[in-house]
Structures are given as structure tokens and as C-alpha cells.
């Protein structure tokens, strides 16, 4: 069974600041996919990680992805208010015949001023 | 405008009634999925389908059903069998299945949630 844990599941951060949420999976796969959920709304799609090394960045948003290691990070750099909301790490699995889709349990960032 | 529609946004059942929740996508895409959030958690897969008049099982399919009959179409019954069914429902679709394709473009994208309550 694929499991998939993230951390930390909460996290203050000021405003200005630099920090990782970290997302490890339990089984082989090459393809992580990053979400951001505002309270109360439904999920937007960030970042696909499909390869070993795989590195995307999106403003003050850089997704990575260690295959060897079963880990992707999400690293913020210099917060500002408007990253706060939950952020989910989700990773797919193919096997022979069977598929997983596994989320972590999220990440919820409030940036203060 | 394309995008995903799920209706209701909030939707109140009672004990042993079985409710059908709507989804619909003017996006042309394959694959179709249905996740639970329940609070403080993340998303599991409850049913997918990765063409039309296909669908299957996902983590936690006991107790509900789904059809595919338009591509454009996947609505989730969630029938009177699942114990536990108060939660935010999201649907969600992909050009491709996520199983078949790993694509950078094949992203999925999400309707707005209902919210399922049982009294």
C-alpha cells in the first residue's frame, strides 16, 4: 500500500522568511503532483513532477523531486500573506494491474506579517 | 468558459436515503475522478474513470456508485450503505488518465466541492 506523509502539517511562518515542506511516499514512483487549497475551496493544481531531478518553479514556489529517495519538497521563498492556505503532495503508482493515488494528509501555511 | 460544475454546493440528506452528486466538464477531457475530503484530511479516491462507459474502484468505493455514460457526465450516488457520509466531495477531471499518461500537461483540475451532510 502506498502510503504518502508530509511535513509539517502546520506551519507559521513570517512574512520575508525561507521554508521546506517535505513530502515522503513509501513505494518507487515518478510522478508527484503539488496542490494548493484556499479555506473552504476546492484544490488548484501546481506543480507536476514526472522525472528523478525533476525541478519546476512557479513565483516564489520551487517543487522538486528525488525518486531515490521517495522525497519531493515544496520551498517558499520570502512569504508573503497570499501563500497562506493548505498544501497537499500527491503521488500515482502503476503497477502490474493496479493503480494508487495517494495524498498526504496537507500542509497548512498562514504567513504573518 | 470550460471548466468543472458540481451540484449542489451543499446538499442535506437524511439516514438511509441514497443522493446523487453532479459533475460536469466542458473541457473535452478522458478521465474523470471523484475524491472525499473529510476535515483536516487530504483527498481519497473514491471511483475514477478514464474514458466513457469505464469507471473504476478507487481507495474507498464501498457504498457508493458512479456512471459514465457521457463523456462529458460523472455523477456519484452515495447510496444508504455508506455509514460515514458527511464530508466535502470534489470531482475532478484530466485530459488524460493520470494512470496512463505522465504527461507535464496533464494536470487535473477540480470542480468547486459539495458538501454532503446527513442529519
Known amino acids: ?113 | 468558459d470550460g471548466g468543472i460544475t458540481q451540484s449542489p454546493k451543499y446538499l442535506f440528506r437524511k439516514e438511509g436515503q441514497n443522493v446523487t452528486l453532479s459533475c460536469e466538464q466542458n473541457l473535452n477531457h478522458d478521465a474523470m475522478y471523484w475524491y472525499r475530503q473529510d476535515p483536516g484530511q487530504g483527498l481519497r479516491l473514491i471511483y475514477y474513470s478514464q474514458i466513457v462507459n469505464d469507471f473504476q474502484k478507487g481507495d474507498i468505493a464501498e457504498g457508493y456508485s458512479v456512471s459514465r455514460e457521457k463523456k462529458e457526465s460523472f455523477p456519484l450516488t452515495v447510496t444508504s450503505a455508506q455509514k460515514n457520509p458527511t464530508a466535502f466531495y470534489l470531482c475532478a477531471s484530466s485530459i488524460f488518465s493520470l494512470f496512463l499518461a505522465d504527461s507535464s500537461y496533464n494536470e487535473q483540475f477540480f470542480g468547486p466541492g459539495t458538501r454532503l451532510t446527513v442529519l
Request: net charge positive; glycine share 8%; with cysteine.
Open chain 1, 1 to 113: 500500500e502506498l502510503k504518502v506523509e508530509q511535513n509539517p502539517l502546520f506551519l507559521s511562518m513570517q512574512e520575508g522568511k525561507n521554508y521546506t515542506i517535505y513530502c515522503n511516499y513509501s513505494t518507487t514512483s515518478d510522478r508527484l503532483y503539488w496542490y494548493r487549497q484556499d479555506p473552504g475551496k476546492s484544490l488548484e493544481s501546481l506543480f507536476v513532477l514526472l522525472s528523478n531531478g525533476a525541478v519546476k518553479q512557479e513565483g516564489r514556489l520551487m517543487a522538486s523531486l528525488d525518486t531515490k529517495a521517495r522525497l519531493s519538497t515544496l520551498h517558499i521563498t520570502a512569504a508573503v500573506h497570499d501563500l497562506s492556505a493548505t498544501y497537499f503532495c500527491a503521488v500515482v503508482l502503476v503497477g502490474a494491474g493496479s493503480y494508487q493515488l495517494t495524498f498526504g494528509k496537507g500542509t497548512k501555511l498562514s504567513v504573518i506579517p
